[in-house]
C-alpha cells in the first residue's frame, strides 16, 4: 500500500458517540486531522454543535447529532441521520461510557442501577455494531473501535458494574470481530488507563494521583490525545489486518482508585 494512504481518512465517515467532549472530542479532532467527515454524537446537543463547529473552523468535515447513547430511537436516528448527511459510514468509535467509579459497593447500590451501566456501556455499543455493520458492508471499509477501560483487567473496590461492563466490550468486541471479519469489519477496543477528561476530574485528588503516578513507568496521567492516537490507528488503512484486539493505553502502567 501507498504509504501516504495508511492514516489517510479522506472520503470516509467516522461516527464519534460522546464526541463533544474529553476522549470523545479529541477523537473527534484527531479522526477530522486526516481526512475524515466526522459526526459528533452526544447527548449534550449545544456542546457537540460547539465542537463541531470548532473543527469545521479548521477546514474539516464536521456534522453535529444530538444522540443518547441509552435510547434505542436515537441511535437508530444517529445512523440515518448520518447517510442522510454524507451518504456512507466506514468508521465508529464507540465511545460513550460510565458508571460510579468508587461508588458502586453490593452493600448500597440497587440492581437497577447495575442495569443502567450495562445500558449504556455495553448494550448500547452493541446495537450501535448492529446499526451500522451493514452501512459498512455496502462501502467495503469499516473500523469499529469501542472504548473499554483498565478497570476491565484491574481489581478494585466498589467499581464491580463498571468494571465488568468494560470487560464485557472487550470479549464481545473479540467475537464480534468473527462476525463480522468476512464482510470487510474490523472491530478492537482501546482501554484508557486514567486519562485527564472531566469525567476524571470528578474522582482525581492529589493523593489519588500521586498514588497512580507510583505504579506509571511514564510519569504523568494521560492526555485524551494519547487515547485517540490509538483509535487512529485501529480506524485507519495502516491497521488493516488487525481486528479482535484489545489495547490499553496507560503510561505502560496501571492506575486506580485505592491507594
Ligand atoms: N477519563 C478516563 O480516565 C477514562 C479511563 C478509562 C476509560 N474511560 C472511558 O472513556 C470514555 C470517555 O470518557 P471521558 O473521560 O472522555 O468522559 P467525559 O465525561 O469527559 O465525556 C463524556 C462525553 O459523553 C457524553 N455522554 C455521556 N453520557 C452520554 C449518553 N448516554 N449519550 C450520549 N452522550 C453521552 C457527555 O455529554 C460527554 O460529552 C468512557 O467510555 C469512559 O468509560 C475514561
Known sequence: ???????????????????????????????????ANVVVSDYN?????????????????????KCDNTKDEDLVNLVNETISKFGSIEILVNNVG???AGKESPYDIEVSQFKKVFEMNVFSTWRLC??????MKKSGYGSIVNMS???????????????????????????LAFDFGSDNI?????????T????????????IENAMLKHTPIKRLGEAEDIAGAVLYFASPISNWVSGQVIFVNGGGEQTLDM
Open 196 to 207: 485527564r477528561t472531566h469525567a476524571l476530574s470528578t474522582v482525581l485528588t492529589p493523593e
Open 149 to 175: 477501560s483498565m478497570a476491565s483487567i484491574n481489581k478494585s473496590p466498589a467499581i464491580s458494574a463498571y468494571a465488568s461492563s468494560k470487560a464485557a466490550i472487550n470479549h464481545m468486541s473479540r467475537n
Open 45 to 65: 446537543y449545544v456542546a457537540a454543535k460547539k465542537t463541531a463547529s470548532e473543527i469545521e473552523k479548521n477546514g474539516k468535515n464536521a456534522f453535529a447529532i
Open 130 to 135: 448492529q446499526l451500522v455493520a451493514p452501512h
Open 98 to 100: 460510565g458508571g460510579g
Open 1 to 35: 500500500m501507498d504509504k501516504n494512504e495508511l492514516f489517510n481518512l479522506k472520503n470516509k465517515t467516522a461516527i464519534i458517540t460522546g464526541g463533544a467532549n474529553g476522549i470523545g472530542k479529541a477523537c473527534c479532532e484527531m479522526l477530522a486531522d486526516f481526512g
Open 186 to 194: 474490523r472491530i478492537n477496543v482501546v482501554g484508557p488507563g486514567a
